[in-house]
């Protein structure tokens, strides 16, 4: 094999550009070329490619967003896109493809390794840290940490005012982040989209603090909460309740920006060259994650047949710790 495709895909996530110049110095190390697609899945069918050397890489390291853009490119789900994908491949001499992206584009990516056998890797990039095969996907670190700013920042004003906040953070299909930021930042309590909570619970939670002494409060609420987002939630608290007086804040693509964290970094570098690695190894419908400290390798379904959630107890933590 002697060139590589590389494309982003999906929501962004701070860490693909490292992840990109993981790809494109470990190819050029191993004498290989690397050619860029635009726009994910849609610059496959588009025929949007660019040359990528090591030198276009320069600053890529600690630059958020992805350079190649990203897309979530609906005429990929159907057979047809994939075929002028495939034959933009084939055309550019592209003979393995590298993704980095969620789980939806994992799916696509094994659909083209089934249906025209493009030999594909998937890198996992996502800030919901929510696909099987992998400790940690690349952005989750970052947009966490950017979120428990967010919320340190409301803590003060929650604190000098006596105030009840809602604070929604992203997540529309799984709560992993909204759960990590609730234990870190101190949440009094945390609404989901994996457990639903009734109303009339985290009142009765809320009053339980107030009774006991707490003069202020934050709620995280996940993107994709069941009974709604924060301003729903909120809406939905003061209607029925004491708490009339609440305020609300979105932390919303905040989270998808910014300079990757050093965790990030080290991720995006390692998964990178592993990528590159596991298709000059002649691997193909796998993903590339880790495992504890371990770089591994497991088949793409594997990212959404076995969807990381956060472990049950965290919810009897944050209520030990918020009493
Ligand atoms: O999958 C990443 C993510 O940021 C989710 O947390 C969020 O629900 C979604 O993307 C938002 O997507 P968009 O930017 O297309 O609105």
Redo the contacts with the bound molecule.
């Keep these: 094999m002697d060139t590589i495709g590389v494309l982003t895909s ?2 962004d ?1 701070p860490g693909m550009n490292t992840a990109l110049r993981g790809v494109v110095r470990a190819a050029a190390a191993y004498g290989k070329t690397v050619v860029g697609v635009e726009r994910g899945y849609q610059g496959l069918i588009d025929g949007a490619l660019r040359p990528l050397g090591p030198r276009d890489m320069s600053g890529a390291i600690n630059r958020g967003g992805t350079m190649l853009r990203s897309a ?1 490119c609906e005429a990929f789900m159907h057979a047809e896109g994939r075929a002028t994908a495939a034959r933009t491949l084939a055309e550019a001499g592209i003979e393995g493809l590298i993704v980095i992206g ?1 789980d939806g584009s994992y799916r696509g990516a094994a659909d083209l390794v089934a249906e025209h056998g493009v030999p594909c890797i998937g890198v996992p990039g ?3 840290n929510d696909i099987g095969g992998t400790d940690y996907t690349i952005g989750y670190d970052t947009a966490l940490n950017t979120a428990i700013d967010a919320i340190d920042h409301i803590r003060d004003t929650a604190d000098s005012h006596d105030r009840l906040f809602f604070v929604e953070v ?5 709560g992993y ?1 909204a759960m990590m930021c609730g234990v870190a930042g101190g949440a009094e309590a945390i609404l989901l989209p994996e457990r639903p909570m009734p109303i009339e619970d985290l009142i009765a939670h809320l009053r339980k603090g107030r009774d006991a002494g707490k003069a202020s409060a934050i709620v995280v609420v996940a ?2 909460n069941v009974t709604g987002g924060a301003l729903e939630v909120a809406r939905q608290v003061s209607e029925s309740s004491e708490f009339t007086d609440s305020r609300v804040a979105i932390v919303g ?1 905040l ?2 920006g910014g300079i990757p964290t050093a965790f990030d970094r080290v991720l995006a570098s390692r998964l990178g060259a592993a990528a590159v690695e596991a298709l000059l190894d002649g691997e193909s419908g796998m993903m590339v994650g880790v495992s504890g400290k371990e770089v591994v390798r497991a088949p793409l379904k594997v990212a959404w047949e076995t969807r990381t959630r956060f472990p049950e107890s965290l919810f009897d933590l944050v209520k030990l710790l918020s009493s």
């Design positions: 999906g929501g996530a979530r969620g996502t800030i919901d992203m997540g529309r299909g799984s982040l993107e994709g693509h989270q998808r």
